[in-house]
């Protein structure tokens, strides 16, 4: 069982930055990282994950935004957001997948990021 705590969020101006780091409570040596967020009425969709190996994946609407990364020896995964837009608002939720599960299993309790001006 891994434990995912998420950082807090924040309120930030459009065009501006934030960070969003996840830590697990055990390692993550062997788990695919990911980033998920929900919009109020939306469906929860993946933004960005990084395998153990560390390919990553982004979302198109993210791709030239945000960055994900992960730190294996501090057992974290780090979201960093820049250019943040108004359309980016939601709870971002970190989570975690064993290599031989079909979906992710760990999730963390969400945070939430709210871009506005």
């Known amino acids: 069982q891994v434990r995912l705590v998420e950082s807090r969020g924040g309120f930030v101006a459009p065009g501006g930055s934030l960070r969003l780091s996840c830590t697990a409570s055990?390692?993550?040596?062997?788990?695919?990282m990911g980033w998920f967020r929900q919009a109020p009425g939306k469906q929860r969709e993946l933004v960005a994950q990084i395998t153990a190996a560390g390919t990553t994946t982004l979302a198109d609407s993210v791709k030239d935004r945000f960055t994900i990364s992960r730190d294996n020896i501090k057992d974290t995964s780090t979201l960093q957001m820049n250019s943040l837009k108004p359309e980016d608002t939601a709870v971002y939720y970190c989570a975690a997948k064993q290599i031989w599960a079909a979906d992710y299993g760990y999730w963390g309790q969400g945070t939430q990021v709210t871009v506005s001006s």
């Open positions: 055990g390692s993550i040596n062997k788990l695919r």
